[in-house]
């Protein structure tokens, strides 16, 4: 039996195992990123048989097994590029890399057109042991469609390119980075000006409020109310906030369905019908004396009370 072979039938038979590898790694990084406030996609997939045993025999390697370490692959993709080094850094936190890769800097070789972004080798463990390795790939939204239309075009046919080919893909990846960098200064921008913040807890609030409730609201209220308890938040953007809200209604599911349902009809309780009630019930269970203070300042105190009574504790 030939040594491909070997390794073919080994992958074979240990290929499920890989694909649980895939999903496990995936949706930790989905939960980190998540609980960082970055935007982005991740998925995981364990490789082909096909394009293992091709891999193995177009590299012409002598220990393919060993040699394919991308048998396990996770990928993010991000919304915005100025996040990949924090990306970085937390797949560096949490696990042990063995590998770094800044495809960006081979991207621009005179004998090479390539794609950006960032490959790590990670090592994953259960306690001490080792269960597999898996590589993972960092990159923004323009470079993953030019790496997927560069592999399609490029490197599956296996045909060089003319000199004018090789000329207009450059272009198109000169492009690709003009179009990270100013989606990049944009995105800064945006986040940057008057109000933001609380436009984002609004809709932050009303994603949590329609779990429960399907009424329409006062946006300008709801402004003016998360505006005058904005203090009481932690000081992170609202999207790091999100975490907390989303883990603080899967905790009090029950609950909340049921004050939605008691108070569906009473007119008398204006913040029940507003997106923002989720964010003042969470201050009421996280930092309910906080929540007074800064209440008081403008907001009438009556329709904090009754809010509390609602919540019970």
């Known amino acids: 039996m030939s040594v491909i072979a070997d390794a073919r039938a080994r992958f074979v038979a240990e290929r499920p195992a890989f694909v649980t590898l895939a999903e496990r790694v995936a949706d930790a990084i989905k939960k980190r990123t998540r609980s960082e406030g970055i935007a982005c996609s991740?998925?995981?997939r364990a490789k082909e048989v096909s394009s293992f045993v091709g891999k193995a025999l177009r590299k012409n390697y002598s220990d393919p097994w060993t040699e394919i370490t991308d048998k396990v692959g996770v990928r993010v993709t991000l919304d915005d590029p100025s996040d990949l080094g924090r990306?970085?850094?937390?797949?560096?936190?949490d696990y042990e890399v063995v590998e770094y890769q800044d495809k960006?800097?081979?991207l621009w070789e005179a004998d090479k057109i390539g794609y950006g972004g960032v490959h790590l080798q990670v090592v994953i463990r259960d306690g001490a042991d080792v269960v597999g390795e898996c590589e993972i790939q960092v990159r923004s939204?323009?470079?993953?469609?030019?790496?997927?239309?560069?592999?399609?075009?490029?490197?599956?046919?296996?045909?060089?390119?003319?000199?004018d080919t090789k000329r207009a893909l450059t272009r198109l990846a000169a492009l690709m980075e003009i179009f990270d960098e100013e989606v990049s200064r944009r995105v800064k921008q945006m986040t940057a000006a008057p109000g933001y913040r609380i436009e984002e807890l609004i809709n932050l609030a009303e994603s949590e409020f329609y779990r429960f409730s399907d009424n329409t609201y006062d946006r300008p209220l709801s402004r003016y109310v998360i505006s005058e308890i904005g203090p009481t938040?932690?000081?992170?953007q609202a999207h790091q906030y999100a975490a907390q809200l989303h883990a603080f209604v899967a905790d009090h599911q029950d609950k909340l369905t049921d004050i939605f349902r008691r108070y569906a009809d009473v007119s008398t309780v204006v913040l029940i019908h507003q997106p923002e009630s989720m964010i003042i019930f969470e201050r009421i269970a996280s930092d309910p004396f906080t929540l007074r203070e800064v209440w008081g300042r403008q907001l009438p105190s009556d329709e904090l009370d009754q809010?509390?009574?609602?919540?019970?504790?």
């Open 42 to 44: 991740v998925s995981g």
């Open 87 to 93: 990306v970085v850094e937390l797949i560096n936190s």
């Open 104 to 106: 960006t800097h081979t």
């Open 141 to 163: 939204a323009a470079q993953n469609l030019w790496s997927e239309m560069s592999h399609r075009l490029l490197y599956k046919p296996g045909v060089e390119p003319d000199d």
């Open 233 to 236: 938040l932690p000081s992170e």
């Open 307 to 313: 809010l509390q009574a609602i919540w019970g504790d």
